[in-house]
């Protein structure tokens, strides 16, 4: 009743309690944008352009002006794209709370002075220093392979006295990145379109690249699944024209791949899968 309400006392009402600000839920990720940023840059479309960004520049700028790979305007700049893309896996796990932009490689950085260095970055020189000019190199031989070959300009010149490719030139490359092993691959496979070389020409190149391929990789190629899609669609263009001595060139080094350093079965492997679809294709081309 209306006296009850009347007769209470300050004593006998509690106070209510203290207002306090709602907490922000700390458990929220935020996306970073450094790591989408990676992301991107390593989609397989964005990776073939950056790759035959820099394939093209060697092919058409640099061997032409005889220059190295470190004063090209934009040569370092993309490789240093596809450095972020190799890390990109790491940036992601870290969520964005570590980010490391790879060194682009014109100066030399040593690895003692911070163990905890990343080793793209320390390898960033060595790579574009030393193996992007013998990159460099292994297409300007081909060039002259074909020059001086059948049909060639230099047909009727007595060809250039040249050593065999050095193995110890690429000597430590397998502890780079994957990078190098990709610039090679890619040099390769233009090789291989119908009218880029005869028969003559691959007989030299080829077995020069494998060779350069076999010291990069570290003898492990049961995965470079790009690699051998790309290898067989430019072979079955020649279809039925394509030499015998370059195919069995090319069945004799790809059997290679199929044993890897490690000793695993290469049975459910991209190197077994391709090659049975080259061979099926071969056969309905009489091959």
């Given amino acids: 009743n209306d006296t009850t309400i009347t ?44 790759l035959y960004k820099v394939l093209n520049a060697m092919r058409n700028d640099i061997m032409r002006n005889k220059d190295t790979p470190a004063n090209h305007k934009t040569v370092p700049s993309v490789m240093q794209m596809l450095y972020i893309v190799q890390i990109s896996a790491q940036l992601c796990a870290k969520r964005g709370r570590i980010y490391v932009i790879p060194d682009v490689g014109f100066t030399a950085n040593s690895k003692s002075d911070s163990e905890d260095k990343d080793n793209s970055i320390s390898d960033s020189y060595l790579i574009l220093r030393k193996y992007a000019p013998l990159v460099t190199k292994l297409m300007l031989d081909a060039e002259i392979d074909k020059r001086f070959s059948i049909g060639g300009d230099f047909h009727n010149h007595l060809p250039p ?21 990709c610039l090679v691959q890619g040099a390769l496979v233009p090789l291989l ?30 995965n470079e699944k790009p690699f051998f899609v790309s290898l067989s669609q430019t072979i079955l263009k020649h279809k039925h ?47």
């Fill in 161 to 181: 006295t040249r050593s065999e490719t050095n193995a110890e030139e690429w000597t430590g490359t397998t502890s780079s990145s994957n990078l190098l092993l």
């Fill in 193 to 222: 379109q119908p009218g880029a070389s005869n028969e003559q020409s691959l007989l030299i190149q080829l077995p020069r690249f494998f060779t350069v391929i076999r010291e990069v990789s570290g003898g492990n190629m049961v």
């Fill in 7 to 50: 007769s209470l006392v300050a004593e006998n009402i509690s106070p209510l309690p203290q207002s306090r600000n709602k907490r922000r839920k700390n458990d929220i990720d935020q996306p970073s944008m450094p790591a989408l940023a990676s992301m991107l840059l390593s989609d397989p479309l964005v990776v073939r352009l950056l």
């Fill in 241 to 287: 024209k394509l030499p015998h001595s370059v195919r069995d060139l090319i069945v004799k080094n790809w059997l290679e791949w199929f044993e890897p350093l490690d000793g695993t079965s290469s049975m459910t492997s991209a190197v077994h899968l391709t090659f049975i679809q080259l061979l099926n294709e071969w056969s309905s081309f009489g091959n």
